[in-house]
């Protein structure tokens, strides 16, 4: 049997699994869908949003055929299972490429559309889903409908940032963004605070394609918010396209305990400056080391031991950034806790066409954490609590412990996706989230219905 985990590896999997092509099957011979499915990607969600214990996974994958490309328009159509990497190594050689990418390329275009995922350059372009043309969408009655802007406009809309509860995506037609090439021309500059950050990441978004931020979070007293503003732009010379090495390397098993202590992220947090500090100024970064360094070491998440990772991101609006982004990140070095990997971006104001999507005018705080039980939790809500306040949203897809009230207080909208979700189709984040919530505000489906 093969894996189908979530990323944070902070329980195991328990639902059955199917093949898509056998629910396909059963659908096509009338014989229905058990009582309670989900579409499965590749697992790259931290939390719950891709697990369904109490039914069955429906295994995406081997659906991963390029149906069309156009090499003059950019446009691709593509079954649902296909892997980002295997996209990017079709459509970049002929100077194309996918206009947002996520911090990994181990994901499949149905998970991209189902969770509408931003990435560095969501100033620019948007989310995932700002890109998608068209999809088919197969329902456990049977049909498969055409979405659009045009044609099912109110699925199409449910179902990007809609978590898979919708239904099937069978195959997507995209719109990809021309390149001169798919590495990039990357600038690293140091900053010594938040507050310098804050000074130069307008300016950076301006004036590139790409801006993401890592920030020592380790680091405390005058040297707190220290970190590396990464900006890149696509190359205009040199060669479409080099395929990334495929030399990989990777943790073999779970280890005992987690690895991860104070020292060793310390250890980590001074490489990784000394690394970037060495080549400030700007250089020929790969696609690969550019956009997805962590996909550079396999099973990665494993270190984090047998109790796993919890992510905590967050968005909160530009007003109160300043105020809230260093107190949160204070609070985490309060609560004795070590955030292994902190990411700061700068969203945009383009808007999604998902009613679910996560990215919103503002920055974006992205800490991990080792999974230490109780204390782990108690910092988690003090995080939601300062994101709520200041405003913001808490990132349903990276999660695995947020509470229905959280979730209703920065989803608003999640009654117009209940509204149109698959009968059979139920995640365990929905149900410990919009469900709860259903029952006890007599909201959602049943009230529509
Ligand atoms: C190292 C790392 C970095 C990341 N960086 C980012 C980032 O920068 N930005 C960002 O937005 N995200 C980021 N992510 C999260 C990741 O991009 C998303 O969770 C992505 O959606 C996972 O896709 P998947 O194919 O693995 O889908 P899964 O995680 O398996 O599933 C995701 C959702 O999609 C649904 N789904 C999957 N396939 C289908 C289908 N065919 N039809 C209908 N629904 C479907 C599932 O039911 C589930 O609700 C990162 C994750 C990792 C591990």
């Given amino acids: 049997m093969g894996d189908y985990s979530a990323f944070g590896l902070v329980r195991h999997n328990k639902a059955r699994v199917m093949s898509a092509a056998e629910a396909i099957e059963r659908l096509g011979a009338g014989n229905g869908l058990p009582s309670s499915v989900l579409p499965y990607g590749n697992g790259r969600s931290y939390g719950d949003t891709c697990l369904n214990d109490a039914g069955t996974l429906i295994d995406m994958r081997p659906m991963n055929r390029i149906i069309a490309f156009d090499a003059d328009s950019g446009v691709v159509t593509a079954q649902a299972g296909l892997m980002l990497s295997d996209l990017i190594a079709h459509v970049a050689p002929q100077g194309w490429f996918p206009p947002v990418v996520p911090g990994t390329q181990f994901i499949t275009l149905g998970g991209a559309i189902a969770n509408d995922v931003h990435g560095k350059n969501h100033h620019?372009?948007?989310?995932?889903?700002?890109?998608?043309?068209?999809?088919?969408?197969?329902?456990?009655?049977?049909?498969?409908?055409?979405?659009?802007?045009?044609?099912?406009?109110?699925?199409?809309?449910?179902?990007?940032?809609?978590?898979?509860?919708?239904?099937?995506?069978?195959?997507?037609?995209?719109?990809?963004?021309?390149?001169?090439?798919?590495?990039?021309?990357?600038?690293?500059?140091?900053?010594?605070?938040?507050?310098?950050?804050?000074?130069?990441?307008?300016?950076?978004?301006?004036?590139?394609?790409?801006?993401?931020?890592?920030?020592?979070?380790?680091?405390?007293?005058?040297?707190?918010?220290?970190?590396?503003?990464?900006?890149?732009?696509?190359?205009?010379?040199?060669?479409?396209?080099?395929?990334?090495?495929?030399?990989?390397?990777?943790?073999?098993?779970?280890?005992?305990?987690?690895?991860?202590?104070?020292?060793?992220?310390?250890?980590?947090?001074?490489?990784?400056?000394?690394?970037?500090?060495?080549?400030?100024?700007?250089?020929?970064?790969?696609?690969?080391?550019?956009?997805?360094?962590?996909?550079?070491?396999?099973?990665?998440?494993?270190?984090?031991?047998?109790?796993?990772?919890?992510?905590?991101?967050?968005?909160?609006?530009?007003?109160?950034a300043r105020q809230t982004i260093p107190a949160m990140m204070a609070a985490a070095r309060d609560a004795g806790?070590?955030?292994?990997?902190?990411?700061?971006?700068?969203?945009?104001?383009?808007?999604?066409?998902?009613?679910?999507?996560?990215?919103?005018?503002?920055?974006?705080?992205?800490?991990?954490?080792?999974?230490?039980?109780?204390?782990?939790?108690?910092?988690?809500?003090?995080?939601?609590?300062?994101?709520?306040?200041?405003?913001?949203?808490?990132?349903?897809?990276?999660?695995?412990?947020m509470g229905a009230a959280l979730f209703d207080a920065s989803f608003g909208r999640w009654r117009d996706v209940e509204a149109l979700r698959d009968p059979v189709f139920l995640s365990d984040f929905w149900r410990r989230t919009a469900l709860q919530l259903g029952s006890s505000q007599n909201g959602g489906r049943h009230a529509a219905e």
């Fill in 124 to 320: 620019r372009r948007g989310t995932f889903g700002c890109h998608v043309v068209s999809f088919t969408l197969l329902r456990s009655d049977g049909r498969t409908r055409r979405c659009s802007l045009d044609e099912n406009a109110e699925l199409f809309r449910a179902t990007i940032g809609g978590m898979g509860l919708t239904g099937l995506i069978v195959t997507a037609t995209v719109q990809l963004m021309k390149v001169g090439a798919a590495d990039v021309d990357e600038r690293v500059r140091g900053f010594s605070g938040l507050g310098e950050y804050f000074d130069l990441a307008e300016q950076a978004d301006a004036e590139n394609e790409y801006a993401v931020a890592w920030i020592d979070q380790l680091a405390g007293g005058a040297r707190a918010g220290r970190g590396f503003l990464l900006t890149a732009n696509h190359a205009t010379d040199g060669e479409p396209f080099k395929p990334a090495s495929r030399r990989r390397l990777s943790v073999p098993f779970r280890p005992p305990v987690n690895l991860l202590n104070r020292w060793s992220l310390r250890l980590f947090n001074g490489a990784f400056a000394w690394q970037k500090g060495r080549a400030e100024g700007i250089r020929r970064a790969s696609y690969a080391s550019y956009f997805f360094p962590l996909d550079a070491v396999r099973h990665w998440n494993r270190l984090y031991g047998p109790r796993g990772l919890l992510q905590h991101q967050s968005v909160v609006p530009f007003a109160s």
């Fill in 337 to 401: 806790q070590a955030s292994f990997l902190t990411v700061l971006k700068r969203f945009g104001d383009t808007a999604s066409p998902g009613l679910l999507s996560f990215p919103r005018p503002g920055y974006t705080l992205t800490l991990d954490f080792s999974n230490a039980g109780a204390a782990t939790n108690a910092l988690f809500e003090r995080l939601d609590r300062m994101t709520v306040d200041a405003g913001g949203a808490v990132n349903p897809y990276k999660d695995a412990r």
